[in-house]
């Protein structure tokens, strides 16, 4: 008996010293990137801001030590990769430490577009509400930021040919989008425009096509309705706003 116990002890040793060397692993520490955002993380600009502008950008640091950043802007409406007018812009700043492990920070930006008299410009700030086959709910009514910019030569661009149907009234956000719809204005006190070309729905996919356009000054509204080839027809209405009333 005897025996057999000092067999066991000795098998019991042997195992815990096995254990004990196998487990002595050398540990390290890893530093993981600091993104430091320069002012403020969400800014409401002016609609024409002196100077366009620059953003304040971001520094990474890791272990004390400052480390190259990389920085990516996108326009949610108009797809700008720079902040160079009126949309909504995410700013996402990025780094990656030693042992390739990133860091990420970001800031959002709205830059409104500047109220026209909707005489001689129909840019501006918006709040829309939109039927599809002559039908809607509250979800679907005084919805926003709506985006309508000059981009010259009496030519304007909306955010959204369907007037957020789906981006506001689902609030399936703005992937779900018509945006880019080129609007040339040959006489708005006549109500003359022209259109096109078509654009798409986001995700969906299927064209936009406009059908009519037309601005009432007096009551600072615009009218249209499109047609989308999902055999969907929207009637959208804008009315004029101070674009404060999206800041961020």
């Known amino acids: 008996m005897k025996n057999y116990i ?12 096995d254990e004990f060397v196998n487990s ?18 969400t800014l409401n600009l002016d ?13 990474a640091i890791e272990s004390g030590a400052e480390i190259p950043i990389e920085t990516s802007i996108h326009g949610t409406y108009f797809l700008a990769s720079e902040i ?3 949309d909504l812009f995410s700013v996402n700043y990025s780094a990656v430490n030693i042992d390739g492990i990133p860091g990420v920070a970001s800031r959002r930006i709205y830059w409104p577009a500047c109220n026209g008299d909707l005489v001689s410009s129909i840019a501006g700030m918006y709040s829309v509400s939109v039927l599809r086959n002559g039908t809607n709910t509250p979800a679907y009514e005084d ?5 309508i910019r000059d981009i010259g030569d ?3 661009q909306l955010s959204d040919a369907i007037g957020g149907w789906y981006d ?19 006489n708005i006190a006549t109500n003359d425009f022209t259109f096109g070309p078509k654009v798409e729905v ?13 601005v009432d000054a007096t009551k600072k509204q615009i009218t249209w309705e499109c047609y989308w080839d999902f055999d969907y027809t929207f009637e959208v209405t804008l009315t004029q706003v101070d674009p404060s009333e999206f800041n961020l």
């Open 6 to 17: 000092l067999i066991l002890f000795a098998i019991i040793a042997f195992s815990s010293c």
């Open 24 to 41: 002595a692993v050398e540990s390290e520490v890893t530093y993981l990137a600091k993104i430091e955002v320069a002012g403020e993380r």
């Open 47 to 59: 609609c024409n801001p002196s100077g366009g502008f620059d953003d304040p950008g971001a520094t």
């Open 84 to 86: 160079d007018g009126p």
């Open 143 to 147: 919805n926003g930021p709506f985006f």
């Open 154 to 156: 009496g030519k304007y």
């Open 168 to 186: 506001f009234g689902r609030a399936l956000g703005p992937d779900f989008a018509a945006p880019g719809m080129v609007i040339t204005a040959n």
């Open 202 to 214: 986001g995700y969906f996919g299927g064209d936009v096509e406009m059908l009519e356009f037309k």
